[in-house]
């Protein structure tokens, strides 16, 4: 698939997009006027004409000048869509009138994301692979070549960030091991620019990371922890970390799952895959921030040497927890990632990204994700990236009362509340212990991993979300 410039397109299929409605042309401004195009949906016009012996199909396409760049973003699917839909691999994008340069430099970055999580296909198990046909998108612009390839390069790059975590989501969970994770990890370092180092079992039992050794001591493949370290900026400049859940596979463990969800669950690595696809995009762009990655990684299954309900184990912060459900594993592999990125004197905040709660997806049903923090100001920053790129979050209170949720009467704290209410909440209340005092927003994706149906540039399957949310809070910083 290419985008191309092309000033002058003789391709027949096109879409013509008309921006506000100064400058367009008198031709554009009768077609808009029709009763035809009032009646047309989601503010798209299709005609189609014959010049010299060519049958030439054009889109209109009407935006209104001060978009939100979000807006933009679902403006820019309609003709990726149209082109899908019409089973066209030539297609030109031009404007109407005269467009502004400013306006369409600043969309290319838009259009080039919008490309690449639309057009997203996994390629799957099939036997038989389904045919993949090369694609040609003609931009018809007054943009210097150079410009115009670095501006749609910058939304390729961010969508390709997205496009790996949905591959990894997308994978089972036999393919997609801890250590499978952490070589697809290492070998997108090499490509982007980012270190990585990965500790085997044998280290981390040295390191003392009790959660999340206890909750892989069940599993079949070894449990690992992958760091990537990505220094776009002065070294002495403070790193955000991020740690994303990676339970490759969670059976629940002795608390096992019933037969509705256990089957769901090759997605609890999503919050992994959205700290691995947010590096990816943040080092192709040579985003001028540093960003610490951490990504424990294990499987929660049944075995001989799996952690059984009613132990208590030590955590790399040398506090002490009561395993009281085995299917609360993700708070314990989080917790080590959380102290063990927050005591670095080099991070300045935190934040980690989980499918954690199940009651996260009851709150909101996939509309959002839950978010927790200790920082006001640093969720004020998060929310600012949230409201730029569409990839929505919703504040929990931390209120005392619930405190006893996170009480074990035989040790430090509890893994998994008595009470079944405000789970979301008591989750983040856990990990509030393991931040080392620094400012944390916590992240629960669980519910909107997955999508069940297509909605503007998110085909249904995995979504990849909260590797846009991390870009563009890291991106926001440069200024
Ligand atoms: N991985 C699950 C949460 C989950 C639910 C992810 C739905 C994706 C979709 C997590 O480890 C879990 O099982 N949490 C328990 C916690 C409870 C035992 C305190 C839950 O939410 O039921
Ligand atoms: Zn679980
Ligand atoms: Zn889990």
């Not at 091991?177 to 090499?190: N, S, V, Y």
Request: charged share 25%; net charge negative.
């Amino acid at each position: 698939m290419s985008i191309i410039l092309n000033k002058d397109s003789q391709l027949v299929s096109k879409v013509i997009i008309c921006v506000g409605e100064e400058n367009i042309s008198a031709q554009t401004s009768t077609l808009i006027e029709s009763e035809l195009f009032k009646k047309s949906t989601k503010d798209m016009f299709t005609t189609s004409s014959v010049e010299d012996g060519k049958v030439v199909v054009t889109t209109y396409l009407y935006a209104e000048k001060d978009l939100s760049d979000e807006k933009l973003r679902e403006v820019y699917c309609l003709p990726i869509k149209d082109m899908a839909r019409r089973k066209v691999n030539s297609y030109a994008i031009c404007f109407d009138g005269e467009a502004d340069c400013d306006f369409i430099k600043k969309s290319l970055p838009l259009f080039g994301e919008v490309f690449g999580m639309v057009t997203y296909k996994f390629e799957g198990y099939k036997s038989v692979k389904p045919p993949v046909s090369e694609t040609t998108i003609e931009f018809v612009c007054d943009v210097a070549q150079g410009e115009f390839d670095q501006l749609v390069a910058q939304g390729l790059n961010i969508a390709q960030g997205v496009n790996v975590a949905r591959d990894t989501i997308n994978a089972p969970s036999d393919v997609i091991t801890p250590r499978a994770f952490a070589e697809l990890a290492t070998e997108r370092g090499k490509e982007c620019g980012f270190e990585v180092a990965v500790y085997n079992e044998k280290e981390l039992a040295e390191m003392g990371f009790g959660g999340l050794l206890a909750v892989g001591r069940g599993a079949l493949n070894e449990t690992t922890l992958a760091v990537l370290k990505y220094t776009g900026d002065k070294p002495d400049v403070p790193y955000t970390a991020v740690i994303g859940k990676g339970v490759t596979f969670d059976a629940g463990g002795y608390h096992l799952k019933d037969t509705a969800s256990i089957g769901f669950m090759k997605v609890d690595m999503g919050g992994a895959a959205a700290a691995l696809g947010a590096t990816c995009a943040v080092a192709q762009n040579k985003v001028k921030a540093n960003l610490l990655t951490v990504i424990p990684l294990c499987e929660n299954l049944i075995g001989k040497e799996a952690f059984i309900p009613g132990c208590v184990i030590t955590m790399l912060s040398k506090k002490t927890v009561e395993i009281t459900n085995t299917d609360a594993e993700g708070r314990l592999i989080m917790a080590d990632g959380l102290h063990f990125a927050s005591e670095k004197e080099e991070v300045g905040r935190v934040i980690d990204i989980a499918t954690l709660t199940g009651a996260t997806a009851i709150i909101f049903g996939g509309a959002c994700a839950a978010v927790t923090t200790n920082n006001s100001e640093f969720l004020d920053e998060l929310q600012k990236s949230s409201d730029y790129c569409g990839e929505k979050i919703w504040q929990l209170p931390m209120f005392d009362k619930y405190k006893d949720r996170i009480m074990s009467k035989i040790a430090d704290y509890c893994n998994s509340p008595m009470s079944k209410t405000a789970g979301a909440i008591a989750a983040g209340m856990f990990l509030r212990e393991f931040v080392n005092q620094k400012p944390w927003v916590h992240i629960d994706i669980a519910g909107i991993t997955v999508a069940m149906a297509d909605e503007n540039y998110t085909p249904p399957g995995p979504i990849g979300y909260g590797v846009r949310l991390i870009y563009n809070l890291l991106n926001e910083s440069e200024g």
